[in-house]
């Protein structure tokens, strides 16, 4: 694989719902299990809402990105929370002037 494949190989998670404690762990730690390394987090709070922004290298992951995606879905059911994994390309093919 060439170099420049693999650098383009991340996802950009977002994370949004109301706020409690724990969200950046349940989240972080889904991705380290599978090899997922959090490259950049952005994250907010508006009085209850919380918001993050996570940008990942999946290049290495050691299962489908499809199923690493519904891992995180799933776990954003269970505390609540609305959760959207996308492939960088495709985040980047949608956001072009």
Do not use: P, W
């Not at 952005?42 to 990942?56: R, Y």
């Not at 690493?68 to 929370?81: C, I, P, Q, R």
Request: net charge negative.
């Amino acid at each position: 694989m060439s170099a420049e494949l693999e650098e383009s190989m991340r996802a950009v998670v977002a994370v949004i719902g109301k706020d409690t404690v724990g969200i950046l762990a349940k989240v972080s730690g889904i991705c380290a299990e599978y090899g997922a390394n959090v490259m950049d987090v952005t994250q907010t709070i508006m009085q209850d809402l919380f918001a993050m922004t996570m940008l990942i290298e999946i290049s290495k992951i050691s299962i489908d990105y499809i199923d690493l995606a519904e891992k995180l879905k799933n776990a954003g059911k269970e505390m609540g929370l609305q959760v959207h994994v996308m492939h960088e390309d495709i985040f980047n093919s949608m956001h072009k002037i």
